[in-house]
């Protein structure tokens, strides 16, 4: 009786038998996860996302690396896209900044889709029926603080759903805020000029910093100008100091500076005469204007000579 079971197994007609209870076998142990190789459940990959769903995408441009403080301008540009192949029924917008950007403004809304219409404009936003290739444009305004020397930093975010899927976008910029203290002084003649004399001015501008000031406006003025007892202004000179540098072309007024460094000093020299005979009362107005200018109280000196 020992030797039947492997006369049967060896019987031609039944090896099909055999093979197939072998082959049910090993299929039975592949989907438990092995003979013993601890097995578990296999998690199903995640569904394609639909074919005509909307893609954000948020970008944002700046005027100028560098904003001066204490004046309003357009901080940013920001641009908000559907990039996807389906519309976005309801986007929500976002755009916040640091606490130094003083009374931020989203305004000048621009639409380049007439199937997409522009919100009404602020730092929290609903788009509607952003389609597909539509493209907002918003200008963000402000001022910041003045006497801010440092980064400021400015965010704009946009998400929108369909069903269970999600789109979003966001982008940071950070642009530098600079402030300066620039100051005129000047100094003329401490008593009364006779007729047919010579005299000067001598005026002086300095920047206290802490930054570079930009964009700087220099004017000098003497009074009555245009009569017949006016003096005449002869060559004028500059002297500077601390790394500036004196303008190309030295005029009374509308002298521009295109930056005046921290700790630098401008020295002009206006020397003027009267005709023979002449003489009038004086009036001399010196006075310089930038922006970021943190003190105002420093930009205007008017001396008085009898």
Avoid: H
Avoid at 28 to 53: F, I, K, W
Avoid at 231 to 244: F, N, R, S, V
Wanted: hydrophobic letters at 40%; aromatic letters at 4%; a neutral charge.
């Amino acid at each position: 009786m020992s030797s039947q079971p492997t006369r049967l197994a060896s019987a031609p007609r039944l090896r099909p038998v055999w093979a197939a209870l072998a082959l049910s076998s090993l299929v039975a142990l592949t989907a438990c996860g092995g003979g013993g190789g601890g097995g578990g459940d296999v998690t199903p990959p995640p569904p394609p996302p639909p074919a005509n769903a909307p893609e954000l995408m948020v970008s944002m441009s700046l005027p100028g690396a560098e904003v001066p403080s204490g004046y309003t301008q357009t901080m940013a540009t920001i641009k908000l896209r559907n990039v996807g192949k389906g519309a976005a029924t309801t986007t929500d917008v976002n755009i916040v900044a640091d606490a130094l950007l003083e009374g931020m403004k989203v305004v000048n809304c621009q639409s380049d889709n007439a199937g997409t219409a522009c919100p009404a404009t602020g730092s929290r936003m609903t788009v509607s029926n952003l389609q597909p290739g539509a493209t907002l444009t918003f200008d963000v305004t402000g001022t910041v603080k003045l006497g801010t020397s440092g980064t400021v930093n400015l965010e704009a975010s946009a998400t929108t759903g369909t069903g269970t899927q999600l789109s979003s976008s966001k982008m940071s910029v950070g642009f530098k805020a600079y402030t300066a203290d620039v100051a005129v002084q000047a100094t003329g003649p401490s008593s009364a000029v006779p007729a047919g004399g010579s005299f000067e001015y001598v005026v002086t501008i300095t920047n206290k910093g802490p930054d570079a000031a930009k964009d700087v406006l220099l004017a000098n003025s003497l009074a009555p100008s245009g009569t017949p007892s006016a003096p005449t202004l002869g060559k004028m000179t500059c002297t500077a100091a601390g790394g500036a540098v004196c303008p190309t072309e030295l005029i009374p007024v509308g002298m521009k500076l295109a930056t005046l460094p921290k700790d630098g000093s401008l020295v002009f020299r206006l020397p003027y005469s009267f005709a023979p005979g002449v003489r009038d009362v004086l009036v001399f107005e010196a006075a310089v204007r930038a922006l970021g200018d943190s003190d105002s109280s420093n930009d205007r000196v008017l001396l008085t000579t009898p």
